[in-house]
């Protein structure tokens, strides 16, 4: 194509020449040969790092910033592990999540999302993904996760549980984003960013199938007792009693009309 | 004591504070209990724009006087009272108004204009402005719309949107009185301006702010502009996609709501989208698919087997949808050249320090990955992203090679201006549209030095090829100005290089080849021989074989008549290469 000067490919990201070539190799030479004292520690990292390099970070990127070559093609974006920021935990608002929560997320993914349940792998090779995912954040170094919260009773769903958390949607206002009948069309939803600046979808309740932290009246009593960190969407532990958010769960889930129910609390 | 005297003075003081506050809290608050009358909140629709763009497109001045920076140089056509009607519109003087108007008969104005326009009131009659809790979704809207502007909203009726009540007028509404209930829309609609033209907002501009629009009306053609005013009306309108008087969502989400405007040989967007399987499949299933959703919540596959216009190019990335239309865009037209290939013609040059004119296009900036990256997200909803991307950049490669062909083109018409063997050279022919006046209309800060140089010493006699102001061969034809071969190239890469980028963009493979890179291949043909054939006749005059023919058709040698050959200050480069010339 006598036209084309230094056309690039579309993803545009990796301009490989002959000098960055060298000059890599030279690096790769010199830092392996720094590493040569402790070959223990390296090989074993090396052995979740494969693994992440393989199946994750084709979507999160090999930095964990989110950033791998899909990322364009994916909406929700994968996650930034750089933040810390875990949307999907056990533990109050704002905490790192335990490393339950993230096997939990890995076997069983995230719905309405291209995180697919990584049940695939056996349980040694997920966590042997977790000091990776810690890697990329500096969190980690100086934070630790907050304990589980610890579960109530379940509150059984009556008439007058729902009755009692639809007022509360509407006193807490929940309808501004998620819509008056749960359709995610508030008059806020339109302007809805994550930490990230990505524009995010006040989530419609009802499509069952695609809670992202599961479908169980657990689950979604989880989300409104830890928050979705990164989200506008904040915890309800202090505002609301436990059997308020029972109440919630019970009218959220009333809402859900589609009804293909997945059930992975567990 | 002492401590005890501080403590009451204080307590006195704080009192005293609270009990003002207190008095003025609830004098404010009677005040507001008077119930203030309604003040409608219209947004400015040019808001973000230059200084000088309101008084020229907004500010209305009836039919007396044009707009843009060529007002005072045309009179606009009648109907551009409809077409931008905050310019140009005019009360209507065979009945009053004003009486039904000062009395807010609102019952009235539908009694009489039944028996006028019954259509026009049947299809108020269906729309969610008469009826604003039609259905669930537009009842949650309108709450949403009551809330914003603090009033109950029982219709929204003719006098809602004609009546001006200031100066007791029927008005004919445009986007800003639109904006007084849907603000969001129209706000978004003005942040297409961020992204330049083309776009909506600016569609006006882009009609009357090209030279060839007051040149027609000088010579008496301005009436063969009515479909362009048509076109470029909706820069202030709202009605065009969602259609007076029922304007349905539902109505404006199908694509044939954009395909009036959208067709034709430098935009064939209705007939490469209506001809792909994008829009075969829609025409085929169209019953199933559902219109009355907001995009946002569309269902893919479900109730969208493939996309609409609307659904690929109102997508803003991150699953949400705006009246911005032109946020993805990368190639645009299609018309102005990329950076990312090297030119042996003019174009190498262009935008010749022109500053009212977009600069080269560089396809991999980080911008413009990531706009691709957007695009990929709304293929991705049914395409493997592989799929997608390995399309979207045999479509870059598509623009790269028609690019080079169009290059090929206009080096051949710059050297024969440049070796002034175009014939009639261009002393010796009409002037550029206006060029008599562009020196005097545009400073340098907008065109550039070189290019106000030349305008200014030839009095518009100035040869100008290729994109973007050599369109002008389209829409203007003076005397021997454009010459066939200059008209050749303009529709080479005005016509179907556009054809042919809309083809590959919009996935009709017909339109890609036979519209497109078939006849660019005709069109450099006849270039190429036009060409050959004037350096053949120029070649047997230097010979003295023939003596040189008056080029004036009509004999006469007035007005544009053309001066002597040599001795003239004659171009003899396009007008890009002036610089260098030594005048």
């Known amino acids: 194509m006598a036209y084309l000067n230094g056309k690039k490919g579309i993803s545009g990201r990796n301009n490989l020449c002959w000098g960055n070539i060298i000059f890599s190799a030279m690096i790769i030479v010199f830092v392996s040969m720094l590493c040569l004292g402790n070959t223990v520690m390296a090989g074993e990292k090396l052995k979740g790092k494969d693994l992440y390099n393989k199946y994750c970070a084709p979507c999160h990127g090999e930095d964990g910033d989110g950033y791998g070559p899909l990322y364009g093609a994916l909406y929700p974006k994968p996650r930034d592990f750089t933040k810390g920021q875990y949307k999907i935990r056990t533990n109050p608002s704002g905490s790192l999540p335990t490393d339950a929560d993230l096997i939990h997320v890995i076997s069983v993914g995230i719905h309405g999302t291209s995180m697919m349940p990584w049940d695939i792998l056996d349980k040694d090779q997920i966590t042997s993904l977790l000091p990776v995912l810690k890697s990329f954040s500096e969190a980690w170094q100086y934070r630790e996760p907050e304990p589980s919260v610890v579960l109530g009773p379940e509150l059984r769903s009556t008439q007058k549980t729902i009755a009692r958390g639809r007022e509360l949607y509407f006193q807490k206002e929940c309808w501004k984003c998620h819509g008056e009948t749960g359709e995610g069309d508030g008059p806020s939803s339109y302007d809805l960013e994550d930490e990230w600046g990505i524009p995010i979808q006040a989530y419609n309740f009802t499509r069952q199938d695609k809670f992202k932290g599961g479908a169980t009246n657990k689950d979604i009593y989880l989300r409104f007792t830890t928050g979705v960190n990164g989200t506008p969407m904040p915890s309800f532990a202090n505002e609301l009693s436990d059997e308020d958010r029972w109440c919630m769960v019970h009218f959220v889930k009333s809402l859900a009309t589609k009804t293909n129910k997945e059930d992975h609390a567990e | 004591m002492n401590y005890a005297k501080k403590l009451m003075l204080f307590v006195t003081m704080a009192l005293l504070v609270i009990a003002i506050q207190f008095s003025g809290s609830v004098l404010a608050h009677d005040e507001k209990a008077e119930k203030e009358p309604y003040v409608p909140k219209f947004v400015d629709i040019y808001e973000g724009f230059p200084d000088w763009y309101s008084p020229v497109f907004k500010d209305n001045v009836g039919l007396s006087e044009g707009a843009g920076l060529f007002k005072d140089y045309y009179k606009p056509l009648k109907m551009q009272m409809y077409m931008s009607p905050m310019r140009h519109y005019e009360p209507m003087d065979i009945l009053d108004h004003s009486l039904f108007i000062e009395k807010e008969r609102r019952d009235l104005c539908i009694r009489c204009h039944d028996g006028i326009n019954t259509g026009a009131v049947h299809d108020w009659k269906g729309s969610a402005h008469f009826n604003p809790r039609k259905t669930p979704l537009i009842a949650r809207k309108t709450k949403i719309i009551e809330e914003s502007i ?47 033209r083309p776009n909506h907002i600016q569609a006006m501009e882009a009609n009357v702010l090209v030279p060839w629009y007051p040149e027609a009306d000088r010579r008496g053609w301005l009436a063969g502009n009515a479909g362009c005013d048509m076109c470029h009306g909706i820069s202030t309108k709202c009605d065009p996609c969602h259609t007076r008087h029922s304007f349905s969502a539902a109505e404006a989400r199908n694509p044939k709501a954009c395909m009036t405007c959208h067709m034709g040989p430098d935009h064939p967007d209705a007939e490469s989208y ?31 087997r493939t996309p609409t216009c609307q659904f690929c190019h109102m997508y803003q990335g991150g699953g949400t949808f705006t009246h911005n239309f032109v946020s993805k865009g990368i190639w645009r037209m299609g018309t102005v050249p990329p ?58 490669d598509y623009m790269f090679q028609a690019f080079g062909l169009t290059d090929q083109a206009q080096k051949i018409i710059d050297d024969l201006i440049a070796e002034d063997i175009l014939y009639p050279s261009v002393a010796e022919r009409d002037i550029y549209p206006f060029g008599d006046k562009v020196a005097e209309l545009l400073p340098p800060e907008l065109i550039g030095e070189g290019v106000y140089n030349a305008f200014k010493s030839l009095g518009g006699k100035v040869p100008v090829v290729g994109p973007i102001l050599g369109v002008y061969a389209m829409f203007y034809q003076g005397e021997n100005n454009p010459s066939v071969i200059e008209t050749e190239y303009a529709k080479m890469w005005f016509w179907y290089k556009l054809q042919g980028y809309k083809g590959y963009a919009h996935a009709q493979q017909d339109i890609m080849w036979w519209w497109g890179q078939a006849p660019m291949f005709q069109q450099l043909g006849k270039i190429q021989s036009e060409g050959l054939r004037m350096r053949r006749e120029h070649a047997l005059e230097q010979r003295g074989g023939a003596q040189p023919v008056s080029h004036s058709s009509s004999g006469s040698s007035e007005g544009h008549a053309a001066p002597k050959k040599k001795s003239s200050g004659v171009p003899t480069g396009n007008v890009w290469e002036v610089d260098e010339l030594n005048y």
């Not at chain 2, 199933?288 to 569309?298: E, G, M, Q, T």
């Not at chain 2, 600069?359 to 592989?386: A, G, Q, T």
């Open chain 2, 150 to 196: 603090g009033r109950e909203i029982i219709n929204v009726d003719c006098f809602d949107c004609h009546a001006d009540t200031e100066k007791n007028e029927i008005r004919m509404p445009h986007a800003e009185i639109c904006s007084e209930c849907h603000e969001r829309q129209v706000r978004q609609f003005n942040s297409e301006k961020n992204h330049g």
């Open chain 2, 339 to 396: 950076s990312n290939i090297e030119y042996k013609s003019s174009l190498k040059d262009y935008p010749y320090g022109i500053n009212i004119i977009a600069p080269k296009i560089d396809v991999y900036s980080d911008e413009n990955l990531d706009k691709r990256d957007k695009w990929v997200e709304v293929c991705s909803n049914c395409h493997s992203p592989r799929f997608a991307y390995t399309y979207l950049e045999q479509l870059d």
């Open chain 2, 274 to 304: 209506g001809e792909s399987k994008h829009g075969m499949i829609l025409e085929m299933e169209e019953e199933s698919y559902n219109f009355d959703k907001p995009l946002a919540h569309v269902q893919v596959g479900e109730e969208y």
